[in-house]
């Protein structure tokens, strides 16, 4: 089965500046998809950044990227020039294709003024 | 392009009652799974609706059921609740395959939610 451990269960990060996410995963499979979804106070879990595990380019959205180590089964999220919208909590998910996703515990992040 | 969306937001029910919670998928996509999210954790995986049928299941109790209608909206209901349903129900859509240029396949896009609260 398919675990996803996410280690920090809060993190904080002033204003502008970078922070990284620890996400690393468990599984026998070697097609599959990983995410970042944030779930901010309102509730809505909104995805942030999308990776295809036969890709070994890194995805990025903006200010959001990835660092993916597939040997390693690691997949963490780096925040730029972080702002007060991106307080949060960060979840880590993995899914096979055509499969449910299996979601992490989840990180909060707090972005201080 | 309109969104994922459920209702109702909020919804308060007794022990031993049933509920039924209702999502519409995003423009454009055919595959509809239900999540359970406790208080402080991940979401959890309830089942997955594809062309009708329920394609995949969680684990979760029979209690919990499901269906998809020909527009691709789907259906959770939940009988005999239990004081421990109370939780946020997300449901999230996907396409399965294909549907032209731009659209990406296997990403599921999450609505607002409904929070169940069971006393």
């Known amino acids: 089965a398919q675990t996803v451990t996410q280690s920090q269960p809060e993190m904080s990060v002033q204003e502008a500046e970078t922070v990284t996410l620890s996400c690393t995963y468990d599984t026998s499979e070697s097609n599959y998809y990983l995410f970042w979804y944030k779930q901010p106070p309102s509730r809505q879990m909104i995805l942030v950044i999308r990776?295809?595990?036969?890709?070994?380019q890194n995805a990025t959205e903006n200010r959001f990227s990835v660092n993916f180590q597939k040997a390693a089964k690691s997949f963490s999220l780096k925040i730029s020039d972080s702002q007060l919208g991106d307080t949060a909590m960060y979840f880590c998910a993995f899914m096979k294709r055509g499969n449910d996703m299996r979601f992490g515990a989840g990180t909060r992040l707090t972005v201080k003024p | 392009d309109a969104g994922v969306t459920q209702s109702p937001t909020h919804l308060i029910k007794t022990r031993g009652q049933q509920v039924t919670l209702r999502c519409s998928p995003k423009?454009?996509?055919?595959?509809v799974s239900w999540y359970q999210q406790a208080l402080g954790q991940g979401p959890q995986f309830i089942f997955q609706?594809?062309?009708?049928?329920?394609?995949q299941r969680g684990n979760f109790p029979d209690r919990f059921s499901g269906h998809q209608f020909p527009n691709y909206s789907s259906e959770l209901n939940v009988n005999a609740l239990l004081l421990g349903d109370s939780a946020l129900y997300l449901c999230?859509?996907?396409?399965?395959?294909?549907?032209?240029?731009?659209?990406?396949?296997?990403?599921?896009?999450f609505g607002p939610g409904t929070r169940l609260t069971v006393l």
């Open positions: 423009s454009g996509h055919d595959t």
């Open positions: 990776q295809e595990a036969y890709k070994q």
């Open positions: 999230a859509s996907s396409l399965e395959s294909g549907g032209g240029p731009g659209m990406i396949t296997d990403t599921q896009y």
């Open positions: 609706y594809y062309e009708e049928e329920e394609r």
